[in-house]
Structures are given as structure tokens and as C-alpha cells.
């Protein structure tokens, strides 16, 4: 297949199991360049996933961008979109998202890794707030449509306004969550399948909130910031996060806003600082020590 | 959005409860023509077990085909791909296959449907049928790239021939535990899961094997016939059924068969027949009375 690269492969530990499982994980290129990563929130989650397996050194993972246009891709997967888990030695190949979790939750139980463990308050807190956000981003940009700049939020109607407000809620209630909890990840000290779902989708809502909406995370919201601060400081986050210009770039081709596509002809940057500000309050809380 | 219709609503039993959740599942459109369904085996799976909870009367389903390339459909999805369940009294929007099985499974045990039972050695003798039919689809239009009609199974060469040979052994062992068990359904008398993912498979391994790959499904293997006409006779998977035209122009499409698209211009026809000799052998065993 054309426009394949080797993310990463091999990863040791001592005492570890001499045969390790090699899993394919195809993920959706970027729309502006099929060599880079595209902005799928699936195949973000699903490599964060393999990646915690990867690090510890149990399984070796090869991550491929696949441009979904190209005719070797429809023809290698007739018709199956990424995020596609290919496992030769098992002659598999996983199109489903409830497969490919399926595998990766029986690996993480063979090694003992605390991936998939199940906590209904962390679901029912983290659930819609990302549906919400696109509802959100559509009344907006639609509001928004003739305008050089986003419209700030006092000037909203209320219904534009309601969907705003329903955010804000939702992330006030995550912040209130982890501040509770007081842990680095939602669970606890370590990374599990719901850190892998809020994780990429608030990294999205904020690239996009400050270029398409003039939104971000309300800068009093410490703990919220503090997660995203843990994100950021997340090997399987990094390694597995697109450019800002490609995340921007999936967004407005769904949009269809064409109006600027200043991002295609930029190079590819990673946002992973967080205000100033909202840096200097963490650390005098001592947040970030956690 | 454009291309909606309303396929089917409302389904009643006495002694039901008023209030049914109304649930609309959005499926692929046919690439020929935006208001037929398309050839999308999950959106199919989906529906037909939507559809046995509407049967019995404890919900509301409506489905609408989309065209993913329309501007409304991206707009209004943002990046998602079909099937998408819709709970507007919930105010939630599932996109993940994952999500949907999730809530249609609450929906089932809610109503005491028994849809989603377990059974391990079904699971096995079907989970990779369709993963090396597609292998052998491939490999087989592959080798008859510049032939007018597909060559004979005994003139393929010794990949070819081994990944035609994996199917019928696996179709073989399909047959075997329909007969070993002697149900109409997988499971027992009433369509689970297992069903809604095996019997639209089978349909497009039958519809794609005469047109592509002179390929049928062997006449001795009679309990796996009896089990396609039992398909054909269960309301759920004719409503979900996409014409033979669009599961062939689906196909065509991802291997670049552009030579002969004569389906694009036929009206839309369903096989829901068997061959005559293979029926006359059901009925004389009384494998149909079931």
C-alpha cells in the first residue's frame, strides 16, 4: 500500500514474554498530506490503547496512514474504513470497532494491564461531551457564517447560547470529577480506555474552539487543565495526536468552510502548552506533581 | 437533509407499553442512487435488530439512507460514518458501532428480547467467514483481470485455489452445525445477532459469487441453503436488503471494476430465491417446516 510509514515497532522489558503479538493499526491520513496523521477520533483511542500495551512491552505495534481515497486501500479493505487492526499471524483483520476492542481488551487482560477497567460515574460524566461540542461548533459556525472573526459569546442567541452553556456544564462537571479524585488520569496513576476517549476529543475541542469559535476551556477550571497538562505529557497522546492544521482541516472540510485554507499550505504544528496563566496556577497548587 | 425517507414506523402489540422510544438509524445510500439502501453490512446488522424489537412492538424505528458525499450529511455528523442511531429524546447520537450494539443490547434486555445471547461455538464458526471471502474475492478478480467472463475454480492457480478452498470449509462447517442443530435460526427459533451478521454475508457472498466469481454457495451444502431461504423469509432481513445491483456496484467500486456497469442503468432487483434443484431437496427432506 502506498504512503505507509512505520510509526514505531519493538518495545522491551525485562522478564517480559520473548514472543510478542505485531499489530497493524491503520489510521485515516490527513486530508492535506497522506503521510501525516488525520483527525480520527477512533484511531487515536484505539493506538493510545495499543500503545499503553506497547510501552509496557508485551506487544509490537506498526501504526499506517492510509489515504482512504486511494484505490489500493479499497481495494486491500473493500470498503471497511479505518481505524482497521490487522493481525497477520492470526490471519485477522479487524474492521469493527467493537472487534478491534475486543482484541485489544483480551490482550490487555492476558498481560494483566489495567486498561479496560469499568467506572459508570467516569462513563456517564464523559459521555455526551463531545456529541454536545458538535452540536455546539455547527449552531456556531452557522451563526458565525459571514463573519471575519468568531462573535463572542455575549453576543449569542439563546440557542447558540444553550449549546454553549450545555458545554460549559459538562466540562465544569469533569473538572469537579477529577478535583474529587485527585488522580493524574480519570481512574487513577495510570491511563485506561476513557482517558483514551476524553483525551483526544478535549485536545480537538480546543484546537478547534480557538480557531473556528473563540472558545476554550474556561481558564478556572484547574483540574480540567491540569488533565489536559497530563495529556500533553503522555507518550501514547503524543505519538498518537495529529497536527493542529490537520485537526483544524477535518473540521472545516465538514463544514464546508473553504473560505480559508490557510492550514493546508502551513507547516504542521503540535499545540501542547496550555495557558500561561492557567500553567502558573497549577503549579502553585502543585497539581502537576500528582 | 436531503435523500430521507421514511421506511417503516410504528409496529403495535397489545398489552404494550404506550410509550416506545423512537429510534432513527441513518444507513449508507447506494452509490447508484442516493434514496436506495447501500451495501453497508453493519448498517444492515443494525437494522435487522432494530427491526425485531419494532416487530414486537416495544419501539419506533425510522431509517434514512444518506449520501455520505452530501454537504448535509457532513455537516450534520461532522466526520462520522454510517450507520448513526439517533435517540432524540435522548438527545443522543451514536456513532460508534460499539455505542449503537451497546444501546440496542439495553433496549433488548429492557424488553426481554433475547437478541444478544451468548454462544461461543457459533462465534467461532462464523467470525472469519466474510474476512476470507473478501481474500478470496481479490485474489480471484485479480486473476481474471482481463477475462470477459471468471475463469473455473479447477483452473485457478495454488493461492487462488487455497483461498477458495478455506471458504468452502468454512461454509462446510456452517452447514454441519445448522444440521447438527436443526434450528431455523442460528441460535434456536428466533434471529439473534449472530443471524443479522451471517445471513446478510452470506447474501452478498451469494450476489458477488455468481456475478464476479462464478462462485456459489456448494448444492450439497443443504442446512446452509435451508438457513439463506430462511433469510429470505424473515421479515427483518428483507426490509434491510439492499438490491443485487447496489451490493454489486458497492464491490465493483472498491476493486476499480469500472469495465461494465450495466447495473448502474438496471432497475433495482432482490434475489430472494434459491436454486430450484436445492429447494426441491429441502422440501423432500422437510428442512423448511421447521
Redesign the interface.
Known amino acids: 500500500m502506498a504512503d505507509d510509514y512505520q510509526v514505531f515497532a519493538n518495545g522491551d522489558r525485562i522478564g517480559m514474554p520473548v514472543h510478542k503479538p505485531l499489530l497493524e493499526l491503520y489510521v485515516k491520513a490527513s486530508g492535506i498530506e497522506n503521510r501525516r496523521i488525520g ?2 477520533l ?1 484511531c487515536q483511542e484505539f493506538w493510545m490503547e495499543l500503545y499503553a500495551l506497547y510501552e509496557i512491552g508485551v506487544v509490537k505495534v506498526e501504526v499506517k496512514t492510509v489515504n482512504v481515497n486511494s ?1 489500493a486501500f ?6 471497511a ?1 479505518p481505524p482497521i487492526l490487522v493481525e497477520a499471524e492470526k ?3 479487524y474492521t ?3 472487534e478491534i ?1 475486543g482484541r485489544i481488551f483480551h490482550l490487555a487482560k492476558e498481560f494483566n494491564v489495567p486498561l479496560f477497567e469499568k467506572d459508570p460515574v467516569v462513563e456517564k460524566r464523559i459521555e ?1 461531551l463531545y ?1 454536545n461540542f ?1 452540536l455546539f ?2 449552531a456556531k459556525t452557522d451563526f458565525d457564517q459571514n463573519k471575519d472573526t468568531p462573535s463572542s459569546v455575549s453576543s449569542l442567541p439563546s440557542q447558540q447560547l444553550a449549546s454553549y452553556n450545555k458545554i460549559v456544564e459538562q466540562l465544569a462537571n469533569i473538572n469537579e470529577l477529577l478535583g474529587e479524585r485527585g488522580t493524574r488520569y480519570l481512574l487513577g496513576q495510570s491511563m485506561t480506555e476513557y482517558d483514551c476517549e476524553l483525551m483526544p476529543r478535549l485536545h480537538h475541542m480546543r484546537i478547534v474552539g480557538q480557531r473556528l469559535l473563540g472558545f476554550d476551556i474556561p481558564y478556572e477550571f484547574i483540574h480540567l487543565w491540569n488533565y489536559v497538562l497530563t495529556a500533553y505529557r503522555t507518550a501514547a497522546f503524543i505519538e498518537s495526536c495529529p497536527a493542529d492544521q490537520d485537526i483544524l482541516h ?2 472545516k ?4 468552510l473553504v473560505r480559508n485554507q490557510r492550514e493546508t499550505l502551513q507547516a504542521p504544528t503540535k499545540t501542547y502548552t496550555i495557558p500561561e496563566k492557567v500553567l502558573q496556577e497549577i503549579q502553585r497548587l502543585g497539581l502537576d506533581a500528582k
Open positions: 483527525a480520527c477512533f484505490e479499497k481495494k486491500n479493505f473493500l470498503g474504513q490471519d485477522a483483520t469493527d470497532n467493537r476492542e455526551s456529541r458538535k461548533l455547527r477535518h473540521y472540510e465538514q463544514l464546508n
